[in-house]
């Protein structure tokens, strides 16, 4: 009680108090203070923990376990910030298993690049999550992620009866993150398509131009527009909007 009613000017005074004592006084008072919905005191806290040499992420990563989902999200934003001190990925690894999407979302955005196995498998599952928002991210952090978990969920989920009906914004994300990390795999897939597009049409221009497209664009509106029903129509607004 005491904690929820403290104002912005207590904060100076209690944290010099509380790091005067031995043990785990200031631990104690982050998770006193996790689940404090008032920001005006939070961010005073913040400011006295750096006016006395502590690491303020302990104040977030405590709140990591609020109850309130608007709580977790805000300290998720914050730790986004701190991704490189130590202790914070590791306090962000277990939201990524949270059931809420944003939450989810929000660990796996703060934990880009971080480069841990949780991560990936994290990255792996999200490509099939029911969240539109959760799967793009998931997408666009695998392209970056030079592993053959990665080439796998992508090709898999490409390749698999569910792609069609998928936006076509996130089929392109999945197409586009393939040609981007590349590999034997990948190579035939594209070249697979590609000679698909050559039986049924021959030579592909661009309607708008007349131009012929050369080896490198036609592997690349292959793969993006052949799943498409629409796709001579796609591909003639998207190589005109790209001149």
């Given at each position: 009680?005491?904690?929820g009613?403290?104002?912005?000017?207590?904060a100076?005074?209690?944290?010099?108090?509380?790091?005067?004592?031995?043990?785990?006084?200031i631990g104690?008072?982050?998770r006193?203070?996790?689940?404090?919905r008032?920001?005006?005191?939070?961010?005073a806290?913040?400011?006295?923990?750096?006016?006395?040499?502590?690491?303020?992420?302990?104040?977030?990563?405590?709140?990591?376990?609020?109850?309130?989902?608007?709580?977790?999200?805000?300290?998720?934003?914050?730790?986004?910030?701190?991704?490189?001190?130590?202790?914070?990925?590791?306090?962000?690894?277990p939201?990524?298993?949270?059931?809420?999407?944003?939450?989810?979302?929000g660990?796996?955005?703060?934990?880009?690049?971080?480069?841990?196995?949780?991560?990936?498998?994290?990255?792996?599952?999200?490509?099939?999550?029911?969240?539109?928002?959760?799967?793009l991210?998931?997408?666009?952090?695998?392209?970056e992620?030079?592993?053959?978990?990665?080439?796998?969920?992508l090709l898999?989920?490409?390749?698999?009866?569910?792609?069609?009906k998928?936006?076509?914004?996130?089929?392109?994300?999945?197409?586009?993150a393939?040609?981007?990390?590349?590999?034997?795999?990948?190579?035939?897939?594209?070249?697979?398509?590609?000679?698909?597009?050559?039986?049924?049409l021959?030579?592909?221009e661009?309607?708008?131009?007349?131009?012929?497209?050369?080896?490198?664009?036609?592997?690349?509106?292959?793969?993006?527009?052949?799943?498409?029903?629409?796709?001579?129509?796609?591909l003639?607004?998207?190589?005109s909007?790209?001149?």
């Open positions: 009680d005491a904690i009613e403290m104002e912005p000017e207590d100076p005074n209690l944290v010099m108090f509380l790091r005067s004592l031995h043990g785990d006084a104690h008072l982050c006193m203070v996790a689940d404090l008032r920001k005006s005191v939070t961010s806290l913040e400011e006295a923990f750096k006016d006395q040499g502590l690491q303020p992420t302990m104040l977030y990563m405590a709140r990591l376990d609020a109850k309130s989902e608007f709580v977790v999200q805000e300290a998720l934003e914050v730790l986004e910030r701190f991704r490189t001190v130590p202790g914070v990925p590791e306090a962000l690894r939201v990524l298993k949270r059931p809420e999407a944003k939450l989810r979302l660990a796996m955005k703060a934990l880009r690049g971080d480069g841990s196995a949780t991560l990936l498998r994290a990255l792996v599952a999200g490509v099939t999550d029911p969240n539109l928002d959760y799967r991210e998931s997408i666009t952090q695998l392209q992620i030079d592993h053959d978990d990665s080439r796998h969920a898999d989920r490409v390749e698999s009866g569910a792609f069609k998928l936006v076509g914004n996130e089929r392109r994300a999945l197409l586009i393939l040609a981007k990390l590349g590999g034997d795999e990948i190579e035939e897939f594209f070249d697979e398509m590609r000679c698909v597009m050559h039986r049924h021959g030579n592909v661009d309607e708008g131009s007349g131009k012929v497209l050369n080896e490198l664009e036609l592997k690349k509106w292959t793969a993006r527009m052949l799943p498409l029903k629409n796709w001579r129509h796609l003639s607004c998207e190589t909007s790209q001149t």
